[in-house]
C-alpha cells in the first residue's frame, strides 16, 4: 500500500484557480414524483418521496385526516397492506461515461425490497440507516426503481414466534422503526410505511468523499487544535489535494496526499488561533466557525463540503460524594444548569414537517430560556436541520439512542443492525457542538427492574433477555460512542434508577412521576429533589384552536365524541380533575375547564422547576416532559400539535430566566433564595412587598444584596408574624435586579380574587399590536386570545393593581384583534 503526505502549504490562500467545470463528483436527485400502489393492485397513484403512504392517501383523498375526530381508527388497515412505489428516471450521457454510480436511500420505512431495472439490489430493514448500491456496472440511460414495501405486522408475527417467551412492549421490539407509531400515551397508533428520507445517485470518476470530521483534539485560549477526518473513496490511485479554508479568518490548509482504493480514512490537522467558543445562548454566544473543506486534483474540482464548526468541550460529570453521586454537565470547563424539556417528532407522519417548524420550535425553545434539550428513545434521530438549529441558536442535545420502555432482541443479526444504525448516526451527528450526551435507552432499565417484565420468565428466559440488554447498552453502543465520537459521554439508561429505588434521588438522573401516576401532589416536587430531573409532568388540554381543529365545531365541547382517541392516557381526564379539585376551581362551563387545565399544568410543573434551581448546585438540570406534540391532543406538551403556547410554555419562559426568585415557606417566614446562572455577579437591591389585592401596601423589605455567579443563595427571610394580613387575599411581590417573582400564601383555589374590569388600549406597530393593560385589582393569570392568527410574546401572567402592563401581539394581520380576557378572577371572585 503506497500512502504518504506531503504538506503544501500551512496558512496559505491557494492563488492558482480551480477549473470553472462542474465537480468530479455528480449528484441527481431521485426524491420528487413517483408513483405508489397496493402490492397486486393494477391502480397506480400520484406519490411524493420523501413521504409516506398515509401521507400520500391522504393527498389524493384516499383515507379521511386521521388527526380529526376518530379518524385514526379507520386508516389502520394501511400498514397491514404491502405497498409498492416506482420511478423511471434519465441520466445523461456525460454521467453515465463516469466510472462510479452509487444509488443512495437515505432512508425506507421499513422492511423493503429495491429493484433496479427488474433486478434485486437491497433488502432494507432499519428505517435510522441509509443504504448505498453500487449501480457502475448496471446504469442506464434509462432506469427503472421499483422498491416493495412489507407489512411490518407479518415479520413481527414470524420473529415472535421464534422465541418461547414474550419481550416486553412486543411486538413492536422486532422492527427498527420509530416505536411511538405503535401508540403511545400522547400519540396515535399510526405505522407509516414509505420511503421517507431523500434519494440520490452520486456519479464519480475520480474520488468522492462520503464523511468529514472536524475534531477538535485541544483547546486554549490561544489556540485550537482540529482534525480534518476524511473518508474518501476512489477507484484507482490518485494524487488529489485537499484546501481547508477557515472562512472566518481566510485562513487555508494545504495538503496533497495519494488516495488508494485499500485505505479509505485520512487525517488532516489545522488550527485556529485565539478561538472563539461556543456557548449555550443564554451563557455567551454560540459562536460557529466556517470551514470548506475542498476536494482537487490539480486544478479540477472534485467536491466541497462546507461545515460548520462549534469548538467548545463538553463533559457529564458523575462523582461520588457524601449524598450519593453528582451529574451534571461542564461546558468549556464551567458547570452549566441545564433548563429544558423532552422533544418528541413534530409529526407522525415525519416528512410533512417543514423548514419552518422546525424554526418556529427552536426559536421557541430559545425564547423560554431553555438551553437543553434530550430527543426522547422513542421517536426518531432528527433531521440534520434540527441540530444545525440547535448549534446556530446555542441549545445543548442529551441525544437518546432510539430504544424506549422495552426490552429488545439481543440475537446477532439484530445486535449487528442496531450496531450499525449506531455508527452510522454518531458519524453523522457528532460534528455538531450541541450534541452534549448519547445516551443508550429510556426506561429500558427501569421497567426490567421495576414493571413486572420479569413475572412468568424462568430464570434461563430472564438471563437471555437480560443478555440481549447488556450487549447492547453496555458494550455495542458504548464502544460506538467511545470510537467515533469520544469527547461525548455515554450513558446507559434514563433513568439511572426507577422512583421505586430510594438511590434514584441522589444519584444520576431522575424520571419522577410519582406526580401524576401514582397520584402524588406538587409539593412533593419540592420534598424529593433529584440530582438530575430528566422526566417530569403533567397533562393538560390543548389549545381551543387545536380541539377546533379535530373535534370540527367551533364550540369547546369536551365531552365531544374524538376525544376519545385524543386523550390516550386512560386514566388522563380523571387525574386532571383529582388535580383540579386539590388546587383550583373546577369550572362549569367546558371553555374554562380547559383554561384552568392549562394553569394546573403549569402550576404543578413551575413548582418543581423553582425547586430543583432552589437546590442548585446538588440538582443541576431540570427538563420536563415534554415539549411538543405528533398531533393535536390532550397531553403533558407546553406546546400544543399545532405550535400554539399553552400556559405552561409561557410561565417556564419566567422559570427558566438566568437570574432567578425562588421561595420557601415556613410557618413564621418565607425564605428568599436568588438563583443565578450566569458567570457574572449581580448587585442590586432586593425589595419584598406585601399588599393585598387591592393594592395596599402592608409590609415592606428592602436592603442591598450580592448575587455571586453559578449559585443559588438564601437572600433573606421575610418575617411573617410581624405583618397582619389575610393569607387568602395578599401576595408577596419580591424583586431583585429584573427578576420579579409573586409568592401567594395558599392554593389558587382559596385566594380571595376580587371582581374589577381590566382595561385595553391598542395601539398598532411595526409587528402587530402592542397592548396596554390595567386594573384597579390584581388580576390572576390573564389569558388573552384571539382568533386571528399570531402569538402573544406573554400570557398567562398576573396583572398587579395600578401598574399597567404592556404585551406585544405579533401578526400580520392589520385589522385590530378581537382581545378574549379570560382570568382566575372571573371563576372564583367574590
Not at 414495501?149 to 421464534?162: C, L, V
Not at 476512489?234 to 472562512?247: A, G, Q, S
Not at 424539556?341 to 425564547?367: C, F, G, S, W
Not at 400570557?795 to 392589520?814: E, Q
Amino acid at each position: 500500500m503506497r500512502i504518504h503526505f506531503k504538506v503544501i502549504c500551512v496558512f496559505l490562500v491557494v492563488l492558482t484557480a480551480c477549473d470553472s467545470s462542474k465537480n468530479d463528483v455528480e449528484y441527481q436527485s431521485l426524491t420528487g414524483d413517483w408513483q405508489f400502489s397496493e402490492v397486486n393492485d393494477t391502480l397506480w397513484m400520484p406519490a411524493k418521496v420523501p413521504g409516506t403512504v398515509q401521507a400520500d392517501l391522504l393527498s389524493i383523498g384516499k383515507i379521511p385526516d386521521p388527526f380529526i375526530q376518530n379518524n385514526e381508527d379507520t386508516i389502520q388497515w394501511v400498514s397491514e397492506k404491502n405497498w409498492l412505489y416506482k420511478r423511471r428516471f434519465s441520466v445523461s450521457e456525460a454521467i453515465l461515461k463516469k466510472k462510479k454510480h452509487i444509488l443512495k436511500f437515505d432512508g425506507l420505512d421499513t422492511y423493503a425490497s429495491v429493484y433496479f431495472n427488474d433486478s434485486l439490489i437491497l433488502q432494507a430493514n432499519n428505517a435510522f440507516r441509509s443504504w448505498e448500491i453500487d449501480l457502475s456496472d448496471v446504469l442506464k440511460a434509462e432506469n427503472e426503481l421499483l422498491v416493495q414495501f412489507q407489512s411490518p405486522d407479518s415479520i413481527e408475527t414470524a420473529e415472535t414466534a421464534k422465541l418461547d417467551y414474550e419481550l416486553p412492549e412486543a411486538p413492536r421490539v422486532f422492527t427498527r422503526k420509530p416505536q411511538f407509531q405503535y401508540g403511545w400515551d400522547w400519540g396515535p397508533t399510526i405505522k407509516t410505511i414509505g420511503i421517507w428520507k431523500s434519494i440520490t445517485l452520486a456519479s464519480y470518476d475520480i474520488a468522492r468523499c462520503t464523511d468529514v470530521f472536524l475534531e477538535t483534539t485541544s483547546i486554549s485560549d490561544s489556540l485550537a487544535e482540529v482534525v480534518a477526518k476524511l473518508t474518501i473513496e476512489t477507484p484507482h490511485y490518485n494524487e488529489i489535494t485537499v484546501e481547508i479554508t477557515n472562512r472566518n479568518t481566510d485562513e487555508s490548509f494545504v495538503s496533497s496526499f495519494e488516495i488508494s482504493p485499500n485505505q479509505t480514512q485520512y487525517d488532516i490537522p489545522f488550527t485556529i488561533k485565539n478561538p472563539s467558543l461556543w456557548w449555550t445562548h443564554n451563557l455567551g454566544d454560540p459562536f460557529l466557525y466556517d470551514i470548506d473543506v475542498d476536494l482537487k486534483q490539480g486544478r479540477k474540482k472534485l467536491e466541497r463540503y462546507s461545515k460548520k464548526l462549534g469548538i467548545r468541550s463538553i463533559e457529564l460529570i458523575t462523582e461520588t460524594d457524601s449524598i450519593g453521586e453528582s451529574f451534571y454537565f461542564k461546558l468549556n470547563g464551567k458547570p452549566v444548569y441545564m433548563k429544558g424539556a423532552n422533544y418528541i417528532p413534530q409529526q407522525i407522519m415525519h416528512p410533512k414537517v417543514v423548514r419552518e417548524e422546525y424554526e418556529n420550535l427552536i426559536t421557541d425553545v430559545v425564547a423560554a430560556n431553555m438551553n437543553m434539550l434530550r430527543i426522547w428513545g422513542g421517536g426518531i434521530y432528527e433531521d440534520n436541520l434540527f441540530y444545525q438549529l440547535c448549534d446556530a441558536k446555542g441549545v445543548l442535545v442529551w441525544q437518546d439512542f432510539m430504544f424506549a420502555c422495552a426490552m429488545y432482541p439481543g440475537d446477532a443479526n439484530f445486535l449487528e443492525n442496531a450496531k450499525q444504525e449506531a455508527i452510522e448516526n454518531v458519524k453523522r451527528l457528532r460534528q455538531h457542538p450541541s450534541i452534549a450526551l448519547w445516551c443508550g435507552n429510556n426506561e429500558n432499565s427501569e421497567g426490567w427492574y421495576r414493571w413486572g417484565w420479569q413475572e412468568g420468565k424462568t430464570d434461563a428466559q430472564k438471563q437471555e433477555i437480560w443478555s440481549g440488554y447488556y450487549a447492547l447498552f453496555n458494550h455495542i453502543l458504548p464502544r460506538v460512542v467511545d470510537s467515533l465520537s469520544p469527547a461525548i459521554d455515554y450513558w446507559e439508561s434514563s433513568p439511572k434508577y426507577g422512583r421505586g429505588d430510594k438511590r434514584y434521588q441522589f444519584e444520576g438522573d431522575a424520571h419522577d412521576w410519582w406526580v401524576w401516576h401514582d397520584g402524588y401532589p406538587f409539593e412533593h416536587f419540592e420534598e424529593a429533589v433529584p440530582r438530575f430531573m430528566s422526566e417530569f409532568g403533567f397533562q393538560s388540554f390543548p389549545s381551543y384552536e387545536a380541539i377546533r381543529y379535530f373535534t370540527e365545531q367551533d364550540s369547546i365541547d369536551i365531552s365531544h365524541p374524538s376525544f376519545a382517541s385524543h386523550q390516550k392516557h386512560k386514566r388522563g381526564f380523571q387525574l386532571i380533575r383529582e388535580y383540579m379539585e386539590r388546587d383550583y376551581p373546577v369550572p362549569e362551563r367546558d371553555e374554562d375547564y380547559v383554561y384552568v387545565s392549562q394553569l394546573l399544568q403549569a402550576y404543578g410543573i413551575t413548582k418543581g422547576i423553582r425547586a430543583h434551581r432552589r437546590a442548585k448546585p446538588y440538582n443541576m438540570g431540570t427538563l420536563y416532559w415534554q415539549l411538543n406534540d405528533c398531533w393535536p391532543v390532550v397531553s403533558w406538551s407546553s406546546i400544543d400539535g399545532l405550535g400554539n403556547w399553552k400556559a405552561l410554555h409561557y410561565k417556564v419562559k419566567r422559570a427558566f430566566e438566568n437570574l432567578l426568585i425562588a421561595t420557601e415557606e415556613k410557618s413564621d417566614s418565607v425564605s428568599v433564595y436568588v438563583v443565578n446562572d450566569t458567570f457574572s455577579e449581580v448587585k442590586n437591591t432586593l425589595e419584598m412587598e406585601l399588599f393585598d389585592f387591592s393594592g395596599n401596601l402592608i409590609c415592606k423589605e428592602q436592603f442591598p444584596f450580592i448575587s455571586t455567579p453559578d449559585s443559588s443563595l438564601m437572600a433573606a427571610a421575610f418575617p411573617l408574624g410581624d405583618c397582619h394580613f389575610d393569607s387568602e387575599a395578599s401576595v408577596l411581590r419580591i424583586r431583585f435586579a429584573e427578576a420579579e417573582y409573586l409568592h401567594y400564601f395558599t392554593k389558587p383555589k382559596a385566594l380571595q380574587l376580587q371582581q374589577s374590569s381590566i382595561k385595553t388600549e391598542i395601539v398598532t406597530t411595526e409587528t402587530g399590536f402592542s397592548i396596554r393593560l390595567s386594573s384597579e385589582t390584581l388580576q390572576k393569570d390573564v389569558f388573552l386570545s384571539t382568533k386571528g392568527k399570531g402569538v402573544f410574546d406573554e400570557n398567562f401572567f398576573d396583572l398587579l393593581p395600578h401598574t399597567p402592563k404592556t404585551i406585544h401581539f405579533n401578526t400580520a394581520d392589520k385589522s385590530t384583534p378581537r382581545l378574549t380576557i379570560k382570568t382566575l378572577n372571573q371563576l372564583i371572585a367574590n
